[in-house]
């Protein structure tokens, strides 16, 4: 069954690269007109803007840092005036970071807590005044949030508050008819370089014996924003090839 967005308004954060590019693009394919943000110029953005070219729909690129408050009232604005209205919201953007414990300093700690947890808490909140009846969030959390892995702790401390900060926020807008879920990938093939001693771990790991395309996880937040979905608030679900 093929999902149609035609006319939905979307929001999804750190779009140009990786996971989120193929939530933008999945979700221009479906009809939906999607406002995207980055941090840094680059031919990543271009090929971005490239490929929207080919889909219908109003699509906006708009470099903005959702760590960053002043820039993050600027897209919001900036959605407000372009679409009046967000019939979801993406909350794609994080930043990964391998650290032993023993050597995590407190700076570090704030970064990755920063940006993998308090911006989707920020964004979300500044999006609820245009967040109609019906609106649905969803979060890109982390299959290690639920597992743990070692040199991750404040990763997947970040992650794992977006569980309990989404289950929260399903039952507190439930009643104004917004939706709020997780989805939480196991290792996704980006553009980031995989080392083959880490391939050949994860394909121990992963019953389906391979790392994920974004566009399968992709296919999740489609089906998060679709009206395929109207029945399920406060969820996660792990798209991990069966950890
Ligand atoms: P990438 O590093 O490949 O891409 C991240 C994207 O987000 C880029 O477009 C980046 O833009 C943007 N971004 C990062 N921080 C900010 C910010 N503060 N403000 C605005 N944009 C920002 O990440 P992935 O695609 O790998 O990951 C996407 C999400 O999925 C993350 O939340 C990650 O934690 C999660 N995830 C990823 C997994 C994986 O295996 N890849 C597994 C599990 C979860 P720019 O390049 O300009 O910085």
Redo the contacts with the bound molecule.
């Keep these: 069954m093929s999902v149609v967005l035609d006319g939905k308004k979307v929001l999804v954060?750190?779009?140009?690269?990786?996971?989120?590019?193929?939530i933008v693009l999945a979700l221009a394919g479906a009809g939906a007109d999607v406002m995207?943000?980055?941090?840094?110029?680059?031919e990543?953005?271009d090929s971005l803007a490239r490929e929207l070219k080919s889909t219908a729909g109003d699509h906006h690129l708009v470099?903005?840092?959702?760590?960053?408050q002043t820039?993050l009232a600027r897209l919001i604005d900036e959605a407000r005036q372009r679409y009046g209205r967000l019939d979801a919201l993406v909350?794609?953007?994080?930043?990964?970071s391998h650290i032993p414990f023993a050597e995590l300093s407190l700076d570090e700690w704030r970064r990755v807590l920063?940006?993998?947890l308090t911006?989707p808490f920020e964004v979300t909140q500044r999006a609820l005044p245009l967040l109609p009846e019906g609106a649905s969030v969803v979060t890109?959390?982390?299959?290690?949030a639920t597992i743990g892995i070692p040199l991750r702790a404040h990763?997947t401390a970040a992650?794992s508050g977006l569980i309990g900060l989404t289950r929260s926020l399903a039952k507190e807008l439930g009643g104004r008819g917004i939706r709020v879920n997780v989805v939480?990938?196991?290792?996704?093939?980006?553009?980031?370089e995989v080392s083959p001693q880490v391939r050949q771990r994860y394909q121990q790991l992963i019953a389906l014996r391979r790392?994920?395309r974004?566009e399968e996880?992709a296919n999740a937040v489609l089906f998060l924003v679709s009206d395929l979905s109207t029945f399920v608030s406060g969820e996660t679900i792990n798209v991990d090839g069966g950890i």
Excluded: F, M
């Design positions: 954060t750190g779009g140009s690269r990786g996971i989120g590019r193929a995207t943000c980055y941090r840094s110029e680059g990543a953005v470099r903005a840092d959702v760590s960053d820039d909350n794609n953007a994080g930043v990964i920063d940006n993998n911006a890109i959390g982390s299959r290690v990763y992650k939480a990938p196991g290792p996704i093939e980006t553009e980031e790392l994920g974004p996880v």
